[in-house]
């Protein structure tokens, strides 16, 4: 594909970084791939809004289907979040062939083999690198270990914010100004439920799970303890006995079945996660070939995560596609569609 003529959903934290950092890269982009990357329109809920980067009004909208049946957008990214809204735009993208990049990991948790599916049957394609670990390519790494090597566990700090948080109360801060330091340097959402009760962590270990293991636990049926009752009084008495306390998610293989948890968990002080601080990610893979492999890096914020998206972007130039184990048997079309339903 020479030239990517791309609809952007969602200008906020992730889509500004998007905007402007394809700005910023654009010509060496055409100079490195000889393709052309052009923001052609970017669809988004208010008009007139004050945005963190100018975007040429002629560009902006809020007529999303429009963008979606328009046969010369050829990839559509994604980044509006929440869940219905972002599920149709995704679906209606695919079922129009389009390239598709998204950040959703709820969607893309929830949805894989329906979105796999869609992908197959009209030849488009989905990349979701910025979903998991921002800007560490934990997704493609491990798919290309797969050809030569068999995952027996991942294990891994997830979420960005819950950490930066246990941090500051492994520091003697008190949670309520734990909190309050993390949503000033804006590691919290307006709603931080899904940080806080680990339920953003399994949507990223479902994902992870998917590639490592080729099957799709939904993360809903991940057990998931969040970090809710967590004091510094805890992290005290953790570090008087060697050790540190870190929301841990981890999926392995018992007797052929996949078994996943998040939870907190109590690390001896010298385990590989316990080092990881503030809003750092950290993913652990052990695998039977190769042994134990860490990858780390910043899981979050506007500009690691539009990196992810941009590089997404660049694989669609190379027609780099995931290639996660190919689970047994695919469900047929109509018993995916039927899950959304319900
Ligand atoms: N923030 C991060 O660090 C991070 C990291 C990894 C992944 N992600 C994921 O990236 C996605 C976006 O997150 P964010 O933090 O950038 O969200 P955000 O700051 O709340 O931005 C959402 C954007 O989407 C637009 N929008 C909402 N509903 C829309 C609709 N129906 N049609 C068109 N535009 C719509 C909003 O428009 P208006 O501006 O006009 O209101 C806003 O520009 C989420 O899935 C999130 O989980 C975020």
């Known amino acids: 594909m020479k030239t990517l003529n791309i609809a952007l959903f969602g200008c906020g934290t992730v889509g500004s970084g998007v905007y402007s950092l394809l700005s910023e890269v654009a010509q060496k982009i055409t100079w490195r791939t000889g393709a052309t990357f052009r923001v052609a329109k970017v669809c988004v809920c208010d008009l007139q809004k004050e945005r963190p980067v100018q975007i040429p009004p002629e560009l902006l909208t809020t007529d999303g289907t429009a963008l979606l049946d328009d046969p010369a957008i050829n990839v559509v990214v994604e980044v509006i979040g929440g869940e219905a809204q972002a599920l149709g735009i995704i679906t209606r993208a695919l079922v129009n062939g389009k390239q598709v990049v998204t950040a959703n990991k709820l969607v893309v948790a929830k949805y894989l083999p329906l979105l796999r599916r869609l992908e197959e049957l009209h030849g488009g394609r989905l990349l979701y690198g910025a979903s998991v670990c921002g800007s560490v390519p934990i997704l493609k790494l491990i798919d290309e270990t797969l050809p030569f090597d068999h995952v027996n566990k991942v294990r891994g700090i997830l979420n960005g914010s819950t950490n930066f948080i246990l941090s500051r109360l492994a520091d003697g801060v008190s949670r309520t100004d734990a909190l309050a330091i993390a949503e000033r340097e804006g590691f919290l959402e307006a709603d931080p ?45 953790a570090h008087a006995g060697g050790s540190t306390i870190k929301l841990v998610a981890e999926a392995w293989r018992e007797h052929g079945i996949v078994k996943a948890s998040v939870a907190p968990r109590l690390l001896p002080l010298g385990d590989p996660l316990a080092a990881v601080r503030d809003e750092v990610n950290i993913v652990e893979v052990t695998c039977e070939g190769v042994g134990v492999q860490h990858f780390t890096g910043r899981g979050a ?42």
Do not use: C, W
């Open 193 to 237: 439920t899904a940080d806080i009760s680990g339920a953003d962590a399994a949507q990223k270990l479902s994902i992870l799970i998917y590639h490592a293991f080729g099957v799709h636990l939904s993360p809903d049926a991940i057990p998931t303890t969040g970090i809710e009752y967590i004091t510094e009084r805890d992290l005290e008495h």
């Open 301 to 342: 914020g506007s500009i690691p995560t539009a990196n992810a998206v941009v590089t997404d972007l660049l694989d669609i130039v190379k027609d780099r596609r995931y290639r996660p184990h190919q689970p047994t048997a695919p469900p047929p079309i109509h018993a995916l569609l039927n899950r959304v339903a319900a």
